[in-house]
């Protein structure tokens, strides 16, 4: 299993720009999720989804678009890039049991995101 | 906003002590995650403790759960360079969303 995929690494982007943070797993899991860190923040919630076609905002979803046409994807978007987007972005992903989030979450290497 | 909180934000010990590291959080949860980060990579989960247990061990990880005071503990014996990373402490409290703290960097030198 690759488990957690995301691309790119590494981006810069203009002010205004758009883009699409991509994310994968391969471990059928339906709980699927976006964090932002930034330095001396800890991990912030962006968005998250229980299964397809399933989502819902978390602490910071401002700026950001999700969608889940499948289990296996979750693409994050930035509608127009703003220089406090400037972060590192990670995916994660978990089983879920009856309904209730309660287990560990797998997470994706990270993509560093500059916006100029 | 941050449920979680970690303390020390930093800690820093030679090879072979222990670490011991406190998270403190505001509402009732469902479980308490603990979370290691090396630099420039992405989490690993270490352990999950549910709200009904009080202490759970996994090699030389031990992790105390206080719902009473809002606290957790996370204890490494014998720590080593490659402990070196930071730790953050993550909350369940409702439905699906995980709450983490800003973490304590742990530097171990050999």
């Known amino acids: 299993n690759a488990g957690v995929t995301q691309t790119p690494k590494f981006q810069v982007l203009k002010t205004g720009q758009s883009m699409t943070l991509q994310c994968a797993q391969d471990m059928n899991h339906e709980y699927m999720s976006w964090y932002r860190q930034d330095p001396g923040m800890g991990l912030r919630l962006i968005h998250y989804s229980v299964g397809a076609g399933i989502t819902d905002q978390g602490e910071v979803p401002n700026g950001y678009n999700v969608s889940r046409s499948t289990t296996e994807d979750f693409p994050l978007r930035l509608l127009s890039a703003a220089p406090s987007q400037t972060s590192v972005y990670f995916c994660?992903?978990?089983?879920?049991?009856?309904?209730?989030?309660?287990?560990?979450?797998?997470f994706g290497p990270g993509t560093r995101l500059t916006v100029t | 906003s941050q449920q979680g909180e970690e303390d020390p934000q930093a800690l820093s010990i030679q090879e072979g002590e222990n670490a011991t590291m406190n998270c403190s959080y505001k509402?009732?949860?469902?479980?308490l995650q603990w979370y290691r980060q090396n630099s420039g990579r992405g989490l690993v989960h270490l352990i999950l403790i549910r709200s009904n247990e009080r202490e759970k061990h996994s090699g030389r990880l031990r992790v105390t759960l206080d719902t009473s005071k809002k606290s957790s503990s996370l204890l490494i014996t014998a720590s080593r360079a490659a402990d070196t990373a930071s730790y953050f402490c993550a909350t369940v409290g409702g439905y699906s969303t995980l709450t983490f703290g800003k973490g304590t960097m742990l530097l171990v030198s050999p």
């Open positions: 994660a992903s978990s089983a879920t049991f009856s309904g209730r989030f309660s287990y560990e979450q797998y």
């Open positions: 509402t009732s949860i469902n479980n």
